[in-house]
């Protein structure tokens, strides 16, 4: 079976494929009552978000990003040259990743105890990352009722072929999907495309409330370009902005993409899929440095997230380091995630993820 696409895709596939398939807000979790392990409802208690944790994550967040945000001003105000403003725009773009992680929390509804507070949170952290609140919160919770599922692929996930659907399509879907899958693309004209352009359309099929959340945030951003266009002029706003959205969205799509796309990552067809797998097998334990695993909310630790969404990222190492079970995935290094770019297909014979140089193939007009 092969994957469905989304209407929004362009020549090389769309970064992350939204199309709206069947609703699923219990299939994970009917599964998870046959299958979950005795240390399941251990976890749970990890679930609870602190108020003070999440204000504290609020102000060590925003503050440092605005207090960057006005150096990078002043640093094109005062005429210096433009890598200063450059080497603030790195540091900018790892606490933009940040605030797309109380988003992400948000969306969740595990950041805040109240409901209006995860709305209120989550509607002005995605503004600032460019990223309507509702339309994300379905597509993403769609991921997760999907993750390593063969036959429900394309919903907020990275574009996967097997190796024999790659061998069986046209010369053209192997050259567009070539494209899309060159690290030189997807983490380079993608995240701009993801970010400024295709997550300023809702997701095909989405809802009333989803579509509402879209329009909103899109008006908003207007709204910010333009008082700042004629407080600071837009071309000013624009040498500020931009780098910080690009350089933080290839960081956070580099991220998201080795949470699931390794080696021996757990895929499977619907009649033997298994969340708990997905969760243990096909999601990562990206090992960082301390402080990039701060920037990053935790997130590196996603074989738990993928356990229990719910809970805060402030609670995720401490789960970790408390719960025996999760010790058993093998860690990925920094270092090593950069090897994983070369995988581009999904070996369902031997059940893990191969490089293109695998393949001993013939030029693309030629017959699989």
């Known amino acids: 079976m092969k994957p469905s696409r989304s209407s929004k895709s362009l020549l090389v596939g769309q970064v992350f494929s939204r199309s709206k398939h069947q609703r699923l807000p219990n299939a994970v979790t009917a599964k998870l009552k046959t299958f979950k392990p005795t240390w399941y409802k251990t976890i749970a208690a990890y679930g609870s978000s602190d108020l003070r944790k999440s204000l504290w994550q609020v102000l060590n967040t925003f503050i440092p990003y605005c207090l960057l945000w006005a150096l990078m001003l002043y640093s094109i105000q005062r005429n210096y040259p433009y890598w200063m403003t450059l080497a603030l725009a790195i540091l900018a773009g790892g606490m933009m990743v940040r605030i797309f992680i109380l988003f992400h929390d948000c969306c969740h509804g595990s950041f805040f105890s109240s409901r209006w507070g995860n709305k209120v949170l989550g509607y002005a952290s995605g503004i600032l990352t460019f990223t309507s609140f509702e339309d994300w919160k379905y597509a993403h919770n769609s991921h997760h009722a999907t993750a390593g599922d063969l036959d429900r692929r394309g919903v907020g996930d990275i574009w996967t072929l ?68 004629s407080a600071i002029g837009l071309k000013t706003y624009l040498l500020i902005q931009l780098p910080i959205i690009l350089i933080g969205g290839t960081f956070g799509l580099l991220l998201f993409y080795v949470q699931h796309q390794f080696e021996n990552v757990y895929w499977a067809r619907h009649d033997s899929w298994d969340p708990m797998r997905v969760a243990l097998e096909g999601s990562s334990y990206l090992k960082l440095p301390k402080v990039l695993q701060w920037v990053t909310g935790n997130i590196n630790l996603h074989h738990i997230h993928h356990v229990r969404p719910n809970i805060p990222n402030y609670n995720l190492q401490r789960c970790y380091a408390e719960i025996p079970a999760f010790h058993q995935v093998k860690p990925i ?30 030029p693309f007009g030629s017959p699989g």
């Open 333 to 362: 290094t920094l270092w090593k995630s950069f090897s994983l770019l070369r995988l581009g297909l999904y070996d369902e014979a031997q059940q893990k993820m191969i490089s293109f140089r695998s393949l001993k193939l013939r």
């Open 162 to 229: 097997t190796k024999n659907e790659y061998l069986a399509a046209s010369a053209v879907t192997r050259l567009r999907y070539r494209v899309y899958r060159n690290p030189l693309v997807l983490f380079g004209p993608g995240a701009a495309l993801l970010f400024l352009i295709i997550q300023r359309f809702p997701t095909k099929g989405a809802g009333k409330k989803e579509r509402r959340s879209v329009l909103f945030t899109n008006l908003a951003l207007l709204a910010i370009v333009a008082v700042a266009a």
